[in-house]
Structures are given as structure tokens and as C-alpha cells.
């Protein structure tokens, strides 16, 4: 059964290959009239676009973004949004060398063992360049929730390496090339990317994602509760391995009477529980932290097996980012703006004040 | 929107409040020809039971379950299996003193801004002891995946506030009431319970879950990742704030020619992925790991706000876990092997082995 | 994958044997404040339960139906409803004559095909029992319809065998045994059972549906259109054999220029579309209509397979209904009114006029 | 909430209006290792494409299909089919006319009533150009259920306006411009349609579909039944107001003696049932019959409404089909082919023959 989509109100569906003709999203469910432009989401396309900086790869795609249907005078009219992005600088090279080998730390092992049969070519579906697809239908998720309800949705790569941010300046963070909230580590994460490379290494990283001015009442009790969205969403992504909410694994060390958010008349007096209790959106800022792990495409020879079974020596030489994590911010946004809609028009369904049959404050 | 379903080819459905008359709960697209009885579900039951000593709450329930449907002559039909579970203990004590207020860290102010409307009793359908489904289902999904895969699933408590599992001995969990594999820690522990309890306080924990022996293939590329999938399982337990799989949040500061699991002609050398490539299961044991708050309902007076805006102070009596960690490694299990029953049904649906029509060693 | 849930955002799941333990659904989606007894879903039991009249199957059985979950001080939380009705004259004959068979007819053959098992006493899951849960789940959305909206929903026999309704008296429906709303039907109808039992024979029949005071807007584009929607609905009812909206079947001898509903200022003259336009409610009344085989359990000797391949004959005695079609309005009314209350809360999810950030008459 | 998906273990997901920019679609969960070539699906596309005779809309699309991603080197690798079909033809006329008035028979009111906006151009998402990503994606579940199984499905005109088939040679329908399987019918067809042309009319249809060698156990119980799947598959295609499934409406009038398919050694002695039992295929032939009403876009002038109230008269001239039902036989064939490609891997997922742990013939 399929799992190329996303979100049950607001849904994204997706397809293609890293090497293949194009890649492609429809969105289904956008409300109707919300204003909307290629270069809505081509911004935020060009924030994830490879090749901005020697420190990522050098694969040159410009991921111009087609917008298909659903739009008509640049409004929303309710019905799927259809996008396309053509694959340019997919190099027809020489893959034999790949072709018949599991790179330690790919998919290319598991896709063989689900499948039988994979497209290898730059990774296949397992490429990260399948996020574009999410950071696209994402700009539009993001575009709604600011008009509608002036929700703003920030990401940062909080950590590279050892190289932990200290402090948060959010307006610091478009402002590198690093999406890094802590000007101070601009420099050595600069130093660091440098020796990886030569050292044909790479490193992992942290992303901290936040969601201000998000509606209370969003998400679902039990299992769709709006903290487990917001995990599946981000372990979605290609790479991660670990997904936390407000205090997360500290919360294990914790006791009750420190970690419970208490309340004044002005609200709550902290956010612990980083905007979600029960499940549901509490109104106060939504945060979440993402681990990556290091770039599996690495210059350094590695051992592993061929499909027939023989040991071999692997080198993955061509266009890698020492760090996946660098790029990841813009998806990051993109997949919490995905549940967030989704879950917007989920609680509009059940619980648009004009249905309630009773007086709420009774 | 509903969010009371789970899975899409073995799919899980609940229903019930903490007070109310009954908890139930209907599994569907279980395989038909399964030996169940009712003891191999009640066997996990028993291991979540509130009551089982004087370190958890003293709410005295049988969670007697009843096969309602969808098993014939001890055989399961393929048809859905209906279960219920009646609410024996649910006290008609005096609620007036939290029916107007918001305890804090409880889904009491969320749901109120969702629904406008909440059975406040145990806290409703936000109580703990909605999980008493998930536990009787898995436990069907785990008998099923026993005996066509062998797989076994376990969880235990591999800390407890500042108490950290040093070793790791699968052996003494079920010895120990608090599922612990490091059976130095099992005094501690108790001692740790019996100050929270005295000081009217709570603690978090982190539980450990493991796979053996589950198939490679399983999980979808993109965004239903047999570990977000995972992701979401877990995190939509209650109280879970954190998720990691395999390494987890280490990797961040790991450099790829160390985090890269290499093979040899065995197969794989190591298994930092915790089992998972590319979203699909490798073959090599599952592992992820959770972190669980502290329990929010304590003694030690805290400060909130009632639901006309009244500052107020707030302790809540009654029989409460000084630590809800403790009971989660069965619950931990059933979500897990809930996930790996849907996603082995998955995989059964596109890619069994006959439905092929290539030969896949070519 | 599964097949007993029905609706996206107003959902129904059902489990139940004929001859199980107990019948039961949960609910799913419902919007809270929604003032909810049980007599409320009672009384449409009451209209399709067995044994009303001596022209209905003879079994008794009281179908008391109680509410588990989801409803508090009477009025719905928003949480999961759920429902159980136990099995309490599901008398423990001896079927060995049918065990090994395949009634013609029946669901026997491909139930067995499909599962290599089935529960074969009184039909297991195939058994027109089933429906209870349709019945009272359809209820809850009626009540709602009608509370907010004025929505009322009807159903009458409008066939059975050659006996055809000439006039449509809405109000007659429910004065006689036979949902009949031609009162000159009714004493036809009555013989016509009567010989039919004597003969050991059964009928097919027809039964139409009526949804007055439906908003404008409901149902999707594309596949999930209003009246592909109800056509599903209608034709998973046991024994539907045909599904026609508005003109139906006739609409293939008639010419545009007649067919069309034309307009003026107060609105469409006509209803030949039967409320739905592109799939889309237009606000005009819906219409629909089906078609029941006559029941399958008769006396009458007919010929049939075991399933060792043994050619034998079969003549079902027992407690049957001579037409199901007699017992199906109250169905009918609950799937359509599951298809609207599902695509309202669809509706309001996307379309809620508060979302909307043009101005619409522009 | 969307409704542009089709299929639970194989979904369609198409986007596109008439006059945008292109049309597309994603198929997701095909089976690795079928062959596929952009000839194999263009074929069907040409059988559905406009322009192929005088007796349909002049309108001048090549429909090309490109596919995009999900194969490679010919075969399907399991993940995503995307699919995009250029508007090459999309003329950019003036559409003032109609731009604030509602074609009598059209969707545009009900459009408006939804989404309060419309792309008016061509009809927009409702016009029947949307039907070539159905056929499209229905192409590969052909493909893929008669190399599997030997499935063949056919599709044929069997009534156009009082013009009724009186034999069924299948082998004629191919062979004619109105796939019809009666050659004695194919001159009076050419002059009814000439006829209303002239007339500036038009007229309805009726066309039946049939698959021979589906296996025997396809569909779900209860709400997913193979019928009511079929149902809602071709109520859901343009122009349809009915859906029958074998002996359909006539079962109203039949007894249950005559209507029972009764067995002997070599199977079923009839298929009144049209191949589907308790909602699963038996493995006769499935035969459903649907009825589609007369082109609503004709020259005869007709009374309609503007936005604003206006009443006003309406003739639709340009390029339009004097009978739809004429061009709807292959998309009648790719939805009952999508139906039975997805619920042959549903019952792939839980009934896969080795899944089953006891022996099926004890």
C-alpha cells in the first residue's frame, strides 16, 4: 500500500526520481481564494535549491516550479494543485559502479529487499530530492496559515557536530548560508564542513523547528494527536533519526512539579510542553528538534556487499553535501506547515464554532 | 476529523473514557486462521494493570476483556474482531473541585478549546486508560507476527529520572516490577518512587522498544518511513515527548564513516540505523527509544487558571503513578507491533512474492 | 485491507456476527454538543427490527442499543461514540446441514473463497443483522442534520415484485407495516407475502430515499462526488442490486432539452438531476432509489455445491423474511444520512465561509 | 476534505481542469516488474479521445501521455507513477457569456454554491476532459490484471436514446465509431446523433461493462462490497445517474426461486448475481450497467440564471458532443479496471495465501 501522501483535510501527494523526467506534487483540499503565484512557493524552493554555496552540493538544478491547475487568476479555486519541476541537470553518468552494490547507510539495500528492482540512479525515490515536492506544497500550507491566522513558521540548524547553538536570534538565521540562529558558530561550521570535505567525511546535525500564533484546538486525541503528526511528519524526512517536542528526552529527568506549565491570568507561565498538551495545540508556541545523520555519500571507502553477495570496497566520489542537515530547515517549515493545515481544516470540520449546538461557556 | 483510527491495512479503532461505561475497541483486517483466545490477549492487559504493586496507582481494575466478533471456534474469521473492556472501578467520587479549572500539563485546557465541552471525570478520553486498546490489539498483532515471523517485541524501562540502565538484560525485565534490564537499578528505582511519593511529585522516564526478527521490506518510501510511522506510534502515547531510532538525537554529532553500518558477506556489521534504511526495514532488530514526562497529576500544590479566568491553586489527590513510565513498556510494545502488523500487510498487498512479474535476480 | 469503516470525516465502524457475542460501531467525528440519548437512536431501531409483523422474519430480538462512550450529561464531547447491541436470540441451533454448503444466493461460496473460513451460523457477518449498526450510527447523523440544518430523510417501499406505487404519500409511510406510500399497495402487498411464504418463495422489491432541505455545496469533484458517494452507500446495503439518482435509468432515452433543470428567479423548476449537479448538491431535494433481490433463504428446493464438490439440494427453513426490502427504508435513511453528515463536515473542513479570504460575490 | 483520490492499495490521484495548463496524475502502489511503455496506455487514451469522428466534439487534443517517474527501463519499480497530459487545445476564447450564468445541466451552480469561485473556462475541473487521467491510470490496472490473471475487460454502448442493443456480439465494438456490440444499430445511432445535431439537442445512453476472469474473492464485506465499490467508481464519471450490477433493477420484480444462481459440479449454472455474492467476486463474469444523461452543452436555447438573479436565456454552441455516453465505454473499462486492481492487492494484504496459519480445508 502506497506512502506517497500526506495529510487527510489538506493532502499531499507526490512523485519522482532524483534522475528521473520531473518530479511532481498535487495538493489537494486548499481552500479556495487564497492568492497564489509560482513565486509563492519558488521562494521557498530556492531556499532548499542546491548549489547556493560551496557548502553544498554542486548540483545545479534551478527547480523552477510549474503550477498546473487549481489556480485560476491567481486565486486558489478549491480544486487540486497540480506541480511540476523537470529534472535538468539529471547527468546521464556512468552508474555501473553502483549499479549492483548496497552503499552502507543508502536505501539501496532495502529498496532491493522490498522490491526487487530499483532505479539507482542518484539514490532513485530515496533521493532528498524528493523534498522539494514537500517544500512546495508546503510554501502554500505556510502562505494560508500566515493570511488566515498570522502563524509564522521558522526553522534553524541548531547543531553540526559538536557545534551547538547558544544563543537563538531568529533573525539571525537567514542570514548565512548555515540557517544557523547563533552568528558565533558561523565560523567554525564553516571550518568544519571544510575539513569533511577534504577529509571525504561528512556530520550530522540538529534543526529546531517553531511555530508561532498557531490556533488552539488543533490536533487529535488519541492517534492523531498533533505532537504524534508532527513526529511522523519530521521522521519523514530522509536522514532523521530522532524527533522530540518542547523539553523532549529531558523530560526524562524531570520531575512533575518542575516540568508542568503552570497558569496565571495572562496564561501560561512557560511552555515546557512546547504548545501541546494532550495532543492538542495549546496556543503557545509550537517547537520541535530534529537529529539528522551524517551524508551517507562520502568520499572515505567503506566496506559492503554487491547483490550477488561478494565483499567490495565502496567510494562514493560526485556532487554531496558534507551535511544534509544544511538544507533541511526549509523542509522542516514545510512539513510542520503541512500538519498544521492539515489540522486546521480537520478541527474546522468537527468543531467550526457555527456547528456547535450549544452555549460553550455554559 | 477522527483520530481514533490506526494503521491503514490492520487498522485499530477505540473508544472510551476514563469514568465512562465501557472502553472497546474493533481490529480489522486481522488475517483469518489465527488461534485466539481471549488469555492471549488478557496476558498483556495484566502486564499494563493499574494495581499490580504499591508503586503504581491503586485504581483497582480487572480489565477483563471480551471477544465480541470476528473469531469463530477459536479461530480468527477475517472479519473484525470487536473487543470490550467494562469500566469496573470508575468511582462516582466528587469532581466539582477540577471540573472548572485546568490542571496543569493535563489536556484539560486543550480539550476545553477544541470542544468547548469535556467529560472531566479521570480525565476523560485524555486518560491513560485509553491505552488499554492499543494493548489488546497488539496483542494480537504480536501473536500474528510470532508465529508467521518469529518476531518478538519488547520493551522495558531503561530510565527512570536520573537512573540510567547500565546494562541491558533482556532477561530480567519481566522479573522486576519495573520492566528494568539493569537489575542494579531496581532498588533505586523504588526508593526514588517512594520519595516522589512522599513529596507529593512525579518523575519521567525513557522506555526502550526492540524488534527481532521482522522481515526486510517493510515500510514505505517517503512519508509513511516504517520509522515515522514508528514516530507517530509512540509519540502518540500519552505523556511521550521524544522519539529516536537506532542512534537517535547521537548521531547529530557523528561523523558518516563511523555512523554507517558496512557489511560483510553476514550481512550488516553493526546497526546504528536501529534497523530501518531509506524508511524500510533491513531485517536487522528494531530499536527505538521514548521519553515519557512526568505524571502530571501530583499533590504539590501548583497554580493555574479556572475556565472563567480565576487564578487558583490546584493539587490533585487521588491514585496516581508517581511515574507513568513505569507501565509503558507493554503499551510500547503494542505500538510497535501494531506498526510492523500494518506494514507487513502493506508489503504483502504490492510486493508478495508471486504478484511479481520479473525475476528479481536479474 | 479492511472494509468495515465508512465516511472520511464522520466515520463508522462496525464489527458484529449474527450470531456473535454482540453487535457494535464507534462513531467517530462527531461534533460536540449535540444533546444525545439513547431513545434517540432507539426509535429507528425499533422501525427496522425483526419481528414487528407477521410479514417480517420471525426472530426476537429486542436490539437494545447502549452507548458506551462519547456522550456526557447527554450531550456529545466530540470523542468517539461507541455503540453495542448484545446478541440475545441467537439460538444455538444445530447448522450442521449448512456448514458445509453453499446456499445459492448466499455469501457462502465467495465468503469462503475469500477466507477459507467463515463463521457460517446465520450468515456470520453477511447477515442483514448487520445493519443495526448502519441504523443507529444513521441516527446520530440525522439528529444532527436535522438540528442544524432542518435536514429531514425518508425512505418508503416503492416497489415489491410487479406492485408499483402509483401516488407518493409521504405521510402514509409510516402508517403501515409495509413503509408503503401508496395505501392502495398495501393490501396487495400483504397477499402477495402470503403466498409468497405459502409458496415458499421470496420477492424483490424497491425503495426510495428522500433528503429534503440538504445544503447547497455537498459532496467533491472528481471521485468523491455527492451521488457516487450515496451510490456506494445504497449498493453496500445486502441485497442492493441497483443504485439510480434523480431520473436514473430513464435518463438514457431522454433528450437534453428535457432533461435539463432549467432556472428563474426563484430557482430550478424542475428536479430531474435529483439535488446533485457535477456531483455537487444543489440544494433542491435529493433523490435516490434501489433495488433488493428477493431474499435468498427460501423453502423452495434448489440445487447447490458442498464444499467437497458434492452436488446436493438445499431448502432453507427457519425464521426468514419472504422480502428484505420490507425492512430496508430505515437503511436507507442512515446511509444517506451517513454520505451528507460525512460530506457537511467534509464541506465545512475546506469551504467554512470564515475561511475564505476573498470576497465571494465578487 | 479532497476527493480527487481513487483506491486504497492502488490510488489514483488526478489534478486538471479543461482550459489549464495540463492535466496529471499520480498512480501509487503498483506492483514492481509489470512493463510499461507510454504506448500501453496511449492506446486506451486514443480509444476515449475526442476528434475521432464526426459524431463527437471537434475539439483537437492528442492527449499524449508522458510518464514521469515509476519506471525505469521499462518496468515499474513500485513507487510512484506520474503521469501529465499537456493542454495543447485549451483555445482562449471568450468566455463572457458564460462566465456569470448557470449552464442549465452544468455544474456550474452547485461550484459556485461550494467554493464561491470557478474556472469557467471549458467547464473547468468538471468537465469531461478530466475522465483522460481515469483512463490513463486505468490503462496499467488492465495491463497488470490480465498479465496476472487473464482479466479482460470490455466495455460497449448498449442503448442510446430509445435505440436499444438487441444482440451482444463483443467482437463488433471495436469495429464501430459508437462501440456498439449490435451492427444492426450502428446506422440508426449515425442518424439519431445527425439528427440532433441538426436539432441543436442531444441525447443520454447507456453503457455495460463486463470482466471475464476476475478471481474469486475480491471485495470487503459490509461497506467496501466489490459492488458498491463498482457503484461509486462509475456513478462517480461524468453524465452518470445509474448503476446496476447483473440482473440490476429487474431484481425488483423477480422471485427468489428463479432469481438464485443455483451450483452443480462445474460451478454456477447462471449469473444473475453478476458475479459478485455478499459483495465478493465468485469469479464469474462481473457485469454493471450504467446510464448516463444527454450532453448538457446544447444549441437549443434553454432558461437559466445569472450570479446576481438575472434570469436569462441560454445557447451553448462550440465543439460539443451530441451524446457523452458515446466516448464513455473506455472509461467505464478503467474504472471497473481500477476497482478490481485495488482490491486485488487489498486482498493480497490479508488473504495471501501463504498468510494463513491453519489448514483451509479442514
Known amino acids: 500500500m502506497p506512502g506517497s501522501s500526506f495529510g487527510k483535510a489538506f493532502t499531499l501527494t507526490t512523485f519522482g526520481e532524483s534522475h528521473g523526467v520531473a518530479l511532481g506534487a498535487v495538493v489537494d483540499g486548499c481552500p479556495p481564494g487564497l492568492v497564489l503565484r509560482e513565486s509563492d512557493i519558488q521562494t521557498d524552493l530556492d531556499r532548499r535549491r542546491p548549489g547556493r554555496s560551496k557548502y553544498t552540493t554542486g548540483r545545479q538544478e534551478s527547480d523552477q516550479v510549474r503550477i498546473n491547475s487549481g489556480v485560476f487568476e491567481d486565486l486558489t479555486t478549491g480544486t487540486?494543485?497540480?506541480?511540476?519541476?523537470?529534472n535538468t541537470d539529471a547527468r546521464s553518468r556512468d552508474y555501473s559502479n553502483i549499479k549492483d552494490l548496497y552503499r552502507p547507510s543508502h536505501a539501496d539495500y532495502s529498496y532491493d529487499q522490498k522490491y526487487g528492482?530499483?532505479?539507482?540512479?542518484?539514490?532513485?525515490?530515496?533521493?532528498?530530492?524528493?523534498?522539494?515536492?514537500?517544500?512546495?506544497?508546503?510554501?502554500?500550507?505556510?502562505?494560508?496559515?500566515?493570511?488566515?491566522?498570522g502563524t509564522r513558521i521558522r526553522a534553524c540548524v541548531s547543531q553540526v557536530g559538536d557545534l551547538r547553538a547558544k544563543t537563538f536570534d531568529?533573525?539571525?538565521?537567514?542570514?548565512?548560508?548555515?540557517?544557523?540562529?547563533?552568528?558565533?558558530?558561523?565560523?567554525?561550521?564553516?571550518?568544519?564542513?571544510?575539513?569533511?570535505?577534504?577529509?571525504?567525511?561528512?556530520?550530522?546535525a540538529s534543526v529546531t523547528v517553531m511555530a508561532d500564533k498557531v490556533p488552539a484546538g488543533l490536533g487529535e486525541p488519541v492517534f492523531d494527536k498533533l505532537d504524534a503528526?508532527?513526529?511522523?511528519?519530521?521522521?519523514?524526512?530522509?536522514?532523521?533519526?530522532?524527533?522530540?517536542?518542547?523539553e523532549g528526552f529531558g523530560v526524562a529527568a524531570m520531575v512533575g512539579s518542575v516540568h508542568r506549565d503552570e497558569m496565571d491570568e495572562s496564561g501560561f507561565q512557560s511552555n515546557r510542553a512546547g504548545g501541546i498538551l494532550g495532543g492538542i495545540s495549546t496556543g503557545e508556541p509550537i517547537i520541535a528538534r530534529m537529529a539528522l545523520k551524517p551524508t551517507s555519500s562520502i568520499a572515505k571507502t567503506g566496506q559492503t556487499r554487491t547483490r550477488s553477495g561478494e565483499v567490495v570496497d565502496v567510494s562514493t566520489t560526485g556532487r554531496h553535501d558534507p551535511c544534509v542537515g544544511l538544507r533541511a530547515p526549509p523542509i522542516a517549515e514545510a512539513?510542520?506547515?503541512?500538519?498544521?493545515?492539515?489540522?486546521?481544516?480537520?478541527?474546522a470540520a468537527q468543531n467550526s464554532g457555527e456547528v456547535s449546538l450549544i452555549d460553550r461557556s455554559r
Open 80 to 86: 487540486p494543485i497540480g506541480l511540476t519541476i523537470e
Open 117 to 149: 528492482i530499483r532505479d539507482y540512479r542518484g539514490g532513485g525515490r530515496a533521493s532528498a530530492r524528493e523534498t522539494t515536492m514537500r517544500v512546495a506544497a508546503g510554501a502554500i500550507a505556510k502562505k494560508y496559515l500566515s493570511v488566515r491566522h
Open 170 to 204: 531568529w533573525d539571525a538565521v537567514e542570514g548565512n548560508l548555515f540557517f544557523c540562529p547563533d552568528v558565533a558558530l558561523v565560523e567554525p561550521i564553516a571550518e568544519l564542513i571544510d575539513r569533511l570535505r577534504e577529509a571525504g567525511d561528512s556530520t550530522g
Open 229 to 246: 503528526e508532527i513526529a511522523r511528519a519530521l521522521m519523514s524526512i530522509n536522514a532523521v533519526k530522532g524527533v522530540e517536542i518542547g
Open 335 to 347: 512539513m510542520m506547515a503541512l500538519v498544521l493545515m492539515d489540522h486546521w481544516l480537520r478541527q
